[in-house]
């Protein structure tokens, strides 16, 4: 299983998400450090639509995707660009 689906199958466990896009951004960081140790996918944007979010200021929000990930940041996953929202917030 690739790292893409793996950062997907684990937010949609632990956020039940309204809308999740993850985002292989990998290509566009050749040559930078961490960017050879991921087979081409360690740098990822995230954006991320759940309840669980909402109240919760977005550092809250960062912090729980990262506590999710934190497995994957320990290891291939370098770089973690995140959109987390609430469904009421603004877009």
């Avoid at 632990?14 to 360690?42: K, M, Q, T, Y």
């Avoid at 977005?58 to 973690?80: D, F, M, N």
Wanted: hydrophobic share 40%; net charge negative; aromatic share 4%.
């Amino acid at each position: 299983m690739g790292m893409a689906q793996i950062i997907e199958d684990k937010l949609r466990r632990a956020l039940a998400p309204i809308h999740l896009d993850v985002v292989n951004d990998s290509a566009h960081h050749a040559g930078h450090v961490g960017a050879r140790d991921g087979g081409g996918e360690s740098h990822f944007t995230v954006e991320v639509v759940s309840e669980r979010f909402s109240g919760m200021r977005p550092v809250a929000r960062q912090r729980l995707v990262y506590e999710i990930l934190k497995e994957e940041l320990s290891g291939k996953l370098h770089a973690l660009s995140l959109v987390t929202r609430a469904p009421d917030d603004a877009p």
